[in-house]
């Protein structure tokens, strides 16, 4: 294409430019006249060109202009033309003329400068222009050869085209989810309606703003250095809208080259549900992490409770008969009563261990939790140093609350020795509140856990040293504890998640480093039972060792030396002729041969070869009516009666002393 120009402005040089050659330098002969009919045909062929064709001088006035250049020009003749020189017809602004002459000055030829031209009536057109530097022989210019082709048209069809493609993108991003930006040297210069509504601004008053303006003041590092790399990679980070709030997205950025310019187009996908929705998915992660530790918790105490309770059951009956022997006076009857009371505390944390595996559901009865909560707080107070101080505010118009007076006391307990320690040896407040409250719609919000139903709250709090987040994220795990080794379990409040749930009630912990700690429980309140009648609080009577046997014979069964041993000593002191196995087989045995004889089975659940559910199946199998007792420390068959075989009348939790079993058997027969 340049050698052509250069071919066309060479023979322009000759045919409009070069004076005539002298007469006497030119022969008439034949090959004169062909060379001037060569050139008058060239020279036809300049003037009925379509595109512009011109000579200017380095000064850039015009010389010589075909038809098609004047046309272009909009002039109607070549003396308007001359008048001014091609620079008044630039349009300086956008393309310089200088440059066009530097560029000349440089290379000696210009090819394919586009630039927009006024026309004497204010019209603009787009050329395209090309010329060439015509030198001496000393390399000096002596004028400027070119070619000019009016290209408006063309440009408008590719501005229509550019245009309907912008349209065409602009729909596109109007209809996607995705706020979508494109940055030009760090600034908003286009937006979609999308990201508008996501940031709550007009279009006017975010376009050319710095891009990092709507970035969150925690992200803005990390924003910055993703685009001084250009990264294209996925990143999350949170975007600030107008009214100062923050919400999180998930950006994908790309550079593009438009001409000139390189552009960014950045996608953003606000996240906010799945946020939420991941939140939500790692709630449920830890409460399915917590209820496998619970879990692992029971199998882990259901597998040392047979032996413990054995081993209990045989301590404390054995204490308690020695007591029933020993007169007042005795020596070591003091002694004996203090083993029977660390026999009973045993009993009772055995008891707590299990609840974490099977709380037991039927010993729930109806009533006000006021005066549970007061014999709590009185023996908490004994219990607690002089320096810690306890307030108490009981509401005695709570509504009644199904619950396990067992479980809510040693609930109180645990709650208030750990507030009593975070007050720490300079001493301070526990406060214990029980109040009726209505939950508000913002806190059920806040905590989905609770419902409208949880109208009483009891809260344990004091102002002692207080947790950070992650202690508190963690104090209901089993095991879990802040206390130095041999100073805690970690089972106290891993206890009282347990109650709660058992209730069908729900935790709030609310507490600061340095500013104490809250603990509100949440209960259910209780609809009243059929009638209207509310089942009243009682505890079991207990009955005086006198005997009542009458020498009736009782089949004892139990693997367990000690409670074998234990439990034949009660019998006979309670009247009654006992028969003692070890191994069930050799019970069922003695029973098959004489199945009249015995008044009553009593029975311990597990045992090898046999448990005791399917030795009670056997003797039901052979006498219908035959009282049947069962002993266990398995709370799972306690809160499971309804599966038993249907002769099976008691059932006696281990360790058990001698009253209970006196009062079981009471139960059973006549």
């Given at each position: ?368 939790l006021g005066p549970t909560v007061m014999e709590a707080v009185k023996l908490l107070r004994a219990g607690l140093p002089s320096r810690v101080h306890i307030r108490v505010s009981i509401d005695p118009d709570c509504p009644e609350v199904e619950f396990d007076p067992g479980q809510i006391h040693q609930m109180i307990m645990n709650l208030g020795t750990n507030s009593s320690q975070a ?248």
């Amino acid at each position: 294409m340049i050698e052509s120009h250069r071919h066309i402005l060479s023979k322009l040089k000759k045919v409009l430019g070069k004076e005539p050659d002298p007469p006497s330098a030119v022969a008439e002969t034949d090959g004169s006249q062909l060379l001037r009919e060569s050139e008058a045909r060239f020279r036809g062929l300049v003037e009925n060109a379509c595109v512009g064709i011109y000579r200017t001088s380095t000064d850039a006035r015009f010389l010589v202009a075909n038809p098609a250049m004047i046309r272009i020009m909009g002039y109607t003749s070549f003396e308007e033309l001359a008048l001014l020189s091609f620079e008044d017809k630039a349009n300086q602004r956008e393309y310089p003329r200088e440059d066009f002459r530097k560029r000349m000055e440089r290379d000696g030829f210009v090819i394919g400068w586009e630039t927009w031209w006024t026309r004497p009536d204010g019209t603009k057109i787009f050329v395209r222009e090309s010329a060439t530097a015509i030198r001496d022989a000393d390399g000096r210019i002596l004028y400027y050869d070119g070619i000019l082709e009016d290209i408006s048209q063309s440009k408008k069809k590719t501005e229509q085209a550019l245009g309907e493609s912008e349209d065409r993108f602009r729909t596109l991003a109007s209809a996607t989810f995705e706020g979508i930006v494109i940055v030009e040297n760090e600034r908003w210069v286009d937006v979609n309606d999308q990201i508008l509504h996501m940031l709550g601004y007009g279009r006017d008053e975010i376009l050319g703003r710095p891009a990092i303006d709507f970035v969150s003041p925690k992200d803005r590092d990390a924003v910055v250095e993703s685009m001084r790399v250009h990264s294209e990679e996925a990143c999350e980070f949170e975007l600030l809208r107008k009214d100062g709030t923050t919400f999180p997205v998930e950006a994908r950025a790309r550079t593009v080259r438009a001409g000139d310019r390189t552009l960014r187009m950045t996608a953003f996908r606000d996240i906010t549900e799945q946020r939420q929705s991941e939140q939500k998915q790692r709630s449920l992660e830890e409460q399915m992490r917590q209820m496998q530790k619970m879990e692992a918790l029971g199998t882990l105490a259901g597998g040392i409770a047979h032996d413990f309770n054995n081993i209990l059951t045989g301590i404390l009956g054995n204490l308690q008969l020695a007591g029933i022997e020993m007169s007042g006076d005795h020596p070591a009857f003091e002694s004996v009563a203090s083993a029977e009371q660390a026999a009973r505390r045993a009993r009772d944390l055995v008891s707590r261990i299990l609840s974490f595996s099977s709380p037991r559901q039927d010993r729930k009865s109806l009533g006000r939790l006021g005066p549970t909560v007061m014999e709590a707080v009185k023996l908490l107070r004994a219990g607690l140093p002089s320096r810690v101080h306890i307030r108490v505010s009981i509401d005695p118009d709570c509504p009644e609350v199904e619950f396990d007076p067992g479980q809510i006391h040693q609930m109180i307990m645990n709650l208030g020795t750990n507030s009593s320690q975070a007050v720490g040896e300079s001493g301070g407040v526990v406060s214990i509140t029980l109040q009726c409250l209505e939950p508000s719609v913002a806190l059920i919000e806040r905590h989905p856990e609770i419902t409208p139903a949880h109208s009483i709250r009891l809260v344990v709090s004091d102002d002692g040293c207080g947790m950070p987040p992650e202690v508190i994220q963690r104090i209901f795990e089993p095991f879990y504890t802040t206390k130095d080794f041999g100073k805690g379990t970690g089972l106290g409040l891993a206890m009282v998640h347990t109650v709660m749930k058992g209730h069908k009630g729900a935790i709030i912990v609310e507490s600061k480093e340095g500013a104490g700690a809250t603990f509100s429980l949440y209960f259910p309140r209780a609809a009243n039972p059929p009638g209207g009648v509310a089942r009243e609080m009682s505890t079991p009577e207990l009955i005086e060792l006198a005997p009542f046997g009458n020498s009736r014979a009782i089949l004892l069964v139990d693997d367990e030396d000690s409670v074998r041993i234990l439990g034949t000593r009660i019998l006979r002191r309670l009247g009654f002729m006992p028969s003692g196995y070890m191994l069930p087989r050799e019970a069922l045995a003695a029973f098959r041969a004489d199945p009249g004889r015995f008044s009553a089975v009593i029975s311990d659940i597990a045992m090898p070869e046999m448990t005791g559910l399917q030795l009670a199946g056997e003797l039901l199998s052979l006498r219908k009516d035959i009282p049947i007792i069962l002993i266990s420390g398995n709370f799972k068959i306690d809160a499971n009666r309804n599966l038993l075989p249907a002769g099976v009348r008691c059932f006696v939790h281990k360790p058990f002393d001698a009253l209970e079993l006196a009062n079981a058997i009471r139960s059973v027969l006549p």
